[in-house]
């Protein structure tokens, strides 16, 4: 249990992560509107705005694919992992609400409080250790 409380922190962290910053650029848009700008700083500025922001939400879709990896094939086993369906069943909840379902009554931090303590604590060298991790375990599964 301890390995997906980890697994949650980081994931929640990095999403928050690329939310606050999602939000950064999108204010960034709205502040070039507020004025009237020069018409040669909407073609560099947007387009650029615009490029950040596809990248984030690639980013941030890869958060989602790497936990699924990493809790289907390193914490829970085939075994534990039908038991989730099957006890959830016909639901199948989203990912934060299984996450927090998941470790209700434990003791861990809210999400919440996850995610106001993101900026602070951004757990970049844990999420660099699961990339490797995962890189890792997929190479050994291809072998």
């Known amino acids: 249990m301890q390995d997906f409380a980890h697994l949650r922190r980081l994931y929640l962290t990095r999403r928050a ?3 606050f910053e999602r939000k950064k650029l999108l204010d960034q848009m709205q502040d070039s509107d507020s004025a009237l700008p020069h018409p040669a700083d909407s073609q560099i500025g947007v387009p650029e705005l615009a490029a950040k922001l596809r990248q984030n939400a690639a980013d941030d879709y890869e958060v989602y694919i790497k936990l ?3 809790v289907r094939r390193g914490v829970f086993s085939t075994k534990q992992w039908a038991m989730f369906i099957v006890h959830a069943y016909p639901f199948f909840p989203g990912v934060e609400q299984g996450l927090e379902h998941t470790v209700a009554g434990r003791g861990e ?3 919440h409080d996850i995610i106001a303590g993101a900026p602070s604590s951004p757990l970049t060298a844990e999420w660099a250790a699961l990339n490797d991790a995962l890189i890792q375990h997929h190479w050994r599964a291809c072998a």
Request: net charge neutral.
């Open 109 to 111: 931090p809210s999400m």
């Open 68 to 70: 699924g990896y990493a």
């Open 17 to 19: 992560l690329h939310a």
